[in-house]
């Protein structure tokens, strides 16, 4: 853990807070690594609750007034920008849970303000925080350029347990963990195009198939909405990187509820010019990771296929302790500040490439670009 943090705001107490950030934190405080810990959320019944729980102050004024060096926004994906901006205004860097932004421009007025104001803004998404995912990403880089990328995330049960993530929608709970991964297992980093996207697995009506893991530790009374659909399917055509080269194809497919699901499961197939690569996993918190099949991760070239990882990691503790590790790392280090701004930009590329695809949820085709 980085030491010599004097003041952190985590901004949001909901499901995610208390069952990673605040503990992870609190752990921090007690190594002596973490000066104070503050806690804020709009209900001050769940703020109180937190603070109790992780021996935490509550903070009930704005969060410009908390004095935080580092901010962590854990609230509804919505009210991430305005969030990030308050805080790097505050001179505070920043942690914030995926996804970063809601739209482009949101995501490039992020990436301006953190230039401009020379201080740090880390995304947290997750996933890419797996060991599986670096393996992958360096087998990848061995196959040549990437001309197809196909992810799909199939829960048999697993609605977010709170509204602001039922009303995000699926494409940017899951999809947003799915998008990151794909453009940083391809390299990827500016993406321009045109997307494609449809609704699938209506949600039965008044009924919201709420994962048991979230339930468990879910403050009471967090959610009410049932959502319209529990899947989405989208592609994208990504322009070519030279003139000669052909277009890309990203495939993106998320199901909260998928209809005869019989595990939750993660399927990620990369076509590259020498072959391929390939992941089969659970993410998340879901307890069919104890039941993921193996091989985990393998390759295929000239026909001949290579096991990568054999089994995955069964505790999701270890990938979240890794991110907040090298988030924290990347944001009071001068050595890592670069990898920060790396982050942040992969966050902005996967930001353009989702809010085209949730528009064209609508029924048109939509064009996209990296704004950063």
Same mark, same amino acid.
């Given at each position: 853990? &980085? ?43 769940? %703020? ?15 969060? =410009? ?40 421009? =949101? ?49 048999? &049960? ?31 980093? @500016? ?17 919201? @198939? ?9 403050? %009471? ?51 590259? =010019? ?6 089969? &996993? ?13 091989? %985990?991760?393998? &390759? ?18 270890? =990938? ?43 029924? @048109? ?8």
């Amino acid at each position: 853990m &980085t030491a010599g943090i004097g003041r952190v705001l985590v901004v949001g107490a909901g499901w995610i807070a208390r069952r990673v950030h605040l503990p992870y934190l609190a752990r921090m405080r007690a190594s002596g690594a973490l000066g104070e810990l503050l806690v804020a959320d709009r209900d001050p019944a769940h %703020a109180q609750a937190a603070a109790r729980e992780f021996d935490a102050r509550v903070h009930t004024g704005p969060l =410009e007034e908390a004095g935080a060096s580092i901010v962590l926004v854990a609230t509804p994906p919505g009210s991430h920008p305005a969030l990030v901006l308050r805080a790097l205004k505050a001179d505070a860097q920043v942690l914030v849970e995926k996804p970063l932004a809601l739209t482009t421009g =949101e995501a490039a007025a992020i990436w301006r303000a953190s230039v401009e104001s020379g201080l740090g803004v880390y995304p947290l998404y997750t996933s890419r925080h797996r060991p599986e995912a670096a393996v992958l990403r360096d087998a990848v880089a061995e196959l040549g350029d990437v001309r197809q990328v196909r992810a799909v995330w199939m829960r048999r &049960t697993g609605v977010p347990v709170t509204d602001g993530g039922r009303a995000a929608g699926v494409l940017w709970d899951l999809g947003s963990h799915l998008a990151d991964l794909a453009l940083h297992l391809a390299d990827w980093h @500016t993406v321009t195009g045109t997307a494609t996207a449809l609704h699938q697995h209506p949600a039965p009506h008044g009924r919201a @198939t709420i994962a048991a893991w979230q339930a468990v530790t879910a403050p %009471a009374g967090t959610a009410s909405a049932v959502p319209q659909w529990n899947g989405v399917s989208a592609t994208a055509a990504l322009a070519p990187s030279s003139p000669t080269d052909p277009i890309r194809q990203l495939h993106l497919e998320a199901s909260w509820a998928a209809p005869r699901a019989a595990r939750d499961s993660v399927r990620i197939d990369v076509e590259a =010019e020498k072959g391929s690569a390939h992941w089969r &996993t659970v993410l998340g918190w879901s307890p069919d990771r104890a039941v993921a099949p193996a091989p %985990a991760a393998w &390759t295929v070239r000239d026909g001949r296929r290579q096991v990568l990882v054999d089994a995955q990691p069964r505790d999701a503790h270890n =990938e979240y302790t890794a991110q907040l590790d090298a988030a924290l790392a990347a944001l009071t280090t001068p050595a890592c500040r670069a990898e920060a701004a790396g982050h942040l930009r992969a966050a902005c590329a996967s930001t353009a490439l989702l809010h085209a695809m949730d528009t064209a949820l609508s029924g @048109t085709a939509q064009p996209f670009t990296t704004a950063v």
